[in-house]
């Protein structure tokens, strides 16, 4: 079984919250790099030789608007790995539906591409390559990059489920929330259908939509709901 040979990478200096972005004066070698393609920018992060082209180096990454070589580098709001990890990517994006004019109602509504808003790289476990019989996703060790903000950060996940670091992972369910913004892991004994779920989303955007129309009529903030 092949290994990662560990080294040091030429790090980049990260940016804290509130820095102003710093354009870099070189070039890179994209080829060397994973290529995270956003709504609003490219995102860089280097890319260690191995056949599973999986792997990701934190210490140096940049960010570019979308199809330029203008590299500058991103903001990192959270301590990031300084060691090879092993990474499974997944994103979170929409459509954007367009209705046919008003002089041709017959027409097909327009779909864009899909635009994607952010992107979750997720741990492999124990860095297991993807086609061990043990593998598994580390769903408690999540980094989210940003298109808007430009930024990368460590996802805040809340463990709902027993057993502790020495559970088996295999039965965790990942439950990602509020735009991308909400991580839970959960048995999955208390998945919710479909149903449920569309019902709940609905009663909460009904509730909001309720209270912005009740606060123009009323001397207090909130309704009691029952």
Request: charged share 35%; with cysteine; net charge neutral.
């Amino acid at each position: 079984m092949k290994t990662l040979r560990w080294c040091t990478a030429r790090a980049s200096s990260p940016l804290r919250d509130g820095d102003s972005e710093k354009i870099v004066d070189y070039r890179i070698n994209e080829d060397e790099f994973h290529k995270i393609c956003l709504l609003d920018c490219d995102f860089f992060i280097r890319k260690p030789p191995d056949p599973d082209n999986d792997v990701y180096d934190f210490r140096e990454m940049y960010v570019t608007p979308p199809d330029t070589d203008i590299y500058a580098v991103p903001k990192v709001l959270a301590p990031m790995p300084q060691k090879y990890i092993r990474c499974a990517k997944s994103d979170y994006g929409c459509y954007n539906v367009t209705e046919p004019p008003i002089d041709a109602p017959r027409d097909p509504m327009y779909k864009s591409e899909r635009e994607v808003l952010k992107v979750f790289l997720t741990k492999h476990y124990r860095n297991r390559r993807l086609g061990d019989t043990e593998f598994t996703l580390d769903f408690e060790e999540i980094y989210v990059i940003d298109s808007k903000t430009k930024s990368i950060t460590r996802a805040k996940v809340v463990v709902a489920v027993p057993g502790g670091r020495n559970r088996d992972r295999k039965n965790d369910l990942l439950v990602i929330r509020e735009n991308g913004n909400s991580f839970k892991i959960i048995s999955p004994d208390e998945r919710d259908d479909p149903t449920t779920v569309i019902e709940k989303e609905e009663w909460n955007k009904t509730r909001q939509d309720m209270e912005k129309h009740l606060r123009k009529l009323r001397d207090f903030s909130v309704s009691n709901w029952f």
